[in-house]
T-cell receptor, first 114, second 112 residues
Framework: DTGVSQNPRHKITKRGQNVTFRCDPI?????LYWYRQTLGQGPEFLTY????????KSRLLSDRFSAERPKGSFSTLEIQRTEQGDSAMYLC????????????FGSGTQLSVL | GEDVEQSLFLSVREGDSSVINCTYT??????LYWYKQEPGAGLQLLTY?????DMKQDQRLTVLLNKKDKHLSLRIADTQTGDSAIYFC????????????FGAGTRLAVHP
């Protein structure tokens, strides 16, 4: 069990640029979640995958955001035309999909939009 | 809708017990969780409780659930400086695909 891995750890970009984050879940986990966390707040749900299928998206996820999990393993989250309001910690979590649904989180990607 | 509320800050002396409180709104929540977050890190699952239980103990951690009042608490016995962190309460929502809904977190400061 190597844990959930996220890359990069930090990303600084200029407003209007596109950014992509990667998440590698725990290998036997079939569920993968993306959350966003801003300073002083708890994580807010963005989207969820069961294997390669994206089953739920939050209304927080505007058209500029897209997430994929092409082979049911790693996932990417892309933000197009970044805005300063996108600055946040983006957290990925995975789980086995059992009834008690224990989510294991990565260390996150800290995005700063200048 | 689903909502989870926590007090924002708690300060305790090393060696004392800490009690962190949480209220939630979704009466159909099946599981409730406590996560710990240290600076610059992701969230670490501490413990969870099934909604048909009223107490769960795990070493220094005791979780109490009052389902009638929708109140959850986490007691940390013999609090140490290493326990200083932000603690998040989360409920497994009844809607959607079992996503967790988090509170804003309680910052625990442990002083000598």
């Amino acid at each position: 069990d190597t844990g959930v891995s996220q890359n990069p750890r930090h990303k600084i970009t200029k407003r209007g640029q596109n950014v992509t984050f990667r998440c590698d879940p725990i290998s036997e986990h079939n569920r993968l979640y993306w959350y966003r966390q801003t300073l002083g707040q708890g994580p807010e749900f963005l989207t969820y995958f069961q294997n390669e299928a994206q089953l739920e998206k939050s209304r927080l996820l505007s058209d500029r955001f897209s997430a994929e999990r092409p082979k049911g393993s790693f996932s990417t989250l892309e933000i197009q035309r970044t805005e300063q309001g996108d600055s946040a910690m983006y957290l990925c979590a995975s789980s086995r999909g059992q009834s008690n649904e224990k989510l294991f989180f990565g260390s996150g990607t800290q995005l700063s939009v200048l | 809708g689903e909502d989870v509320e926590q007090s924002l800050f708690l300060s305790v002396r090393e060696g004392d017990s800490s009690v962190i409180n949480c209220t939630y709104t979704d009466s159909s929540s099946t599981y409730l969780y406590w996560y710990k977050q240290e600076p610059g890190a992701g969230l670490q699952l501490l413990t969870y409780i099934f909604s048909n239980m009223d107490m769960k103990q795990d070493q220094r951690l005791t979780v109490l659930l009052n389902k009638k009042d929708k109140h959850l608490s986490l007691r940390i016995a013999d609090t140490q400086t290493g326990d200083s962190a932000i603690y998040f309460c989360a409920e497994r929502g009844s809607g959607g695909y079992n996503k967790l809904i988090f509170g804003a977190g309680t910052r625990l400061a442990v002083h000598p």
